[in-house]
């Protein structure tokens, strides 16, 4: 090749290389707010992942805890009227029993108790919750008595969340 035709050829070519990188670089730019809006979004989403992942961490290790409880059963709530209420009549409704996630099942009981004191039944459910595993109380529902004071017709539902497998 003579010099002059590379002396012609070599400019052009750096001027064609210099217009596509500008016409490129524009197009990046142009395209820039797109991809910045993308980035965010997957930057959101792996916060909200990363929030996610450290609440399973505290539900996962709350049912290990869970699970390292002895396996023993729900406590009879009979047993523990007869002791926190003495001579009353307490009735007991299965209400409600459910089968959980991981060989775990919940117990409903609804406790209907006529005219009896509301001191004795703070000391059952304080009784029921104290035990393992504890019994929950989920509804309490009072009409007074018509001989007054602090004595009157108490319906309470329990609830109890045993291992179904022991």
């Known amino acids: 090749m003579n010099a002059r035709r590379l002396a012609l050829i070599l400019p052009a070519a750096a001027t064609?290389?210099?217009l596509t990188g500008l016409g490129l670089?524009?197009?990046t730019a142009r395209a820039l707010p797109a991809h910045r809006?993308?980035?965010e979004q997957?930057?959101?989403t792996l916060a909200a992942l990363?929030?996610?992942r450290r609440s399973l961490a505290g539900e996962t290790s709350a049912r290990h805890a869970f699970e390292a409880l002895p396996t023993a059963p729900a406590a009879g709530l009979r047993q523990m009227a007869?002791?926190?209420l003495p001579g009353t009549q307490p009735q007991f409704r299965p209400s409600d029993r459910t089968d959980l996630a991981g060989g775990w099942t919940r117990t409903r009981v609804e406790v209907t108790l006529r005219?009896?004191?509301?001191?004795?039944?703070?000391?059952f459910v304080a009784q029921a919750e104290t035990e393992r595993?504890?019994?929950r109380l989920i509804e309490f529902d009072m009409t007074s008595s018509e001989r007054g004071g602090r004595a009157g017709r108490v319906t309470l539902l329990l609830e109890a969340v045993e291992r179904s497998n022991p």
């Open 50 to 52: 990363r929030d996610f």
């Open 37 to 39: 809006r993308h980035l």
């Open 133 to 135: 595993p504890p019994w």
């Open 42 to 44: 997957k930057q959101e």
């Open 82 to 84: 007869s002791a926190s």
């Open 115 to 123: 005219d009896t004191d509301l001191p004795g039944v703070l000391r």
């Open 25 to 27: 670089t524009a197009g």
């Open 16 to 18: 064609l290389s210099l």
